[in-house]
């Protein structure tokens, strides 16, 4: 079905996630674009290349950006599905998910179940390893390391789960350009990837752009 043929209205939010990418199962670059077409109550998926729709008037609520050909979307009972733009049958995963991120430039991100720790999953969602039950909060991974909090001390861990950077500030920012900013005694410093500080300022305020995702442990939330 072509969206050249009916002179449709696409209603869809300005920001960063209304515009998807995705690879094609034929190896070609596709774009996705999360659209309400005028007159449906639900939201389907636009393959803006060719215009075809996928997945009409199928979802409540609006799906997520597309990540490696698949993308997230809130079932009826609220908890978050994984589907594949290649299926508009059923959904690619639906395990009580309450959070999911995003991958940015990593190959792997969080994925928290009602009632449980977080967890790290790889692209395809399959889990590489759950986290101790005393992280608490994590934020996105950013060169190959995410910031952590274990009994309310800020810390780091690598893809796989395992501290690179002992849990010892009050706060901590995400990776950018080989440094992240923590608060230290009180005192916000800036460090590198193995933990060491930069320079010999401490600073009363940093200023950084956070983009960052933050997920929530449930490990001690009793399920619905």
Known sequence: MKFSKY?????FSI???AFFNSCGGNDEQMNYLAVKVTGDNNWSILITNDGTLKFRNKFKHRPSEVENSR????????YLDIWDVNDEEKPYKSEHYTQIG?????DVTFAVKEGCAIS??????????TLPASITMTCSFSEGLAAFCDNGKWGFINDSGKTVITAQFESATVF???????VLNGQWIIIDHNGQKVGTDVFQDIRRTNWSETFYSESNQQPK
């Open 7 to 11: 002179f449709w209205i696409i209603i």
């Open 15 to 17: 920001s960063l996630s």
């Open 71 to 78: 993308f997230i979307v809130q079932n009826k009972k609220g």
């Open 102 to 106: 995003r991958f940015f430039s990593s």
């Open 120 to 129: 790290i999953v790889d692209k395809d969602y399959d889990e590489i390893t």
């Open 176 to 182: 950018e350009n080989g440094i992240a900013s923590v």
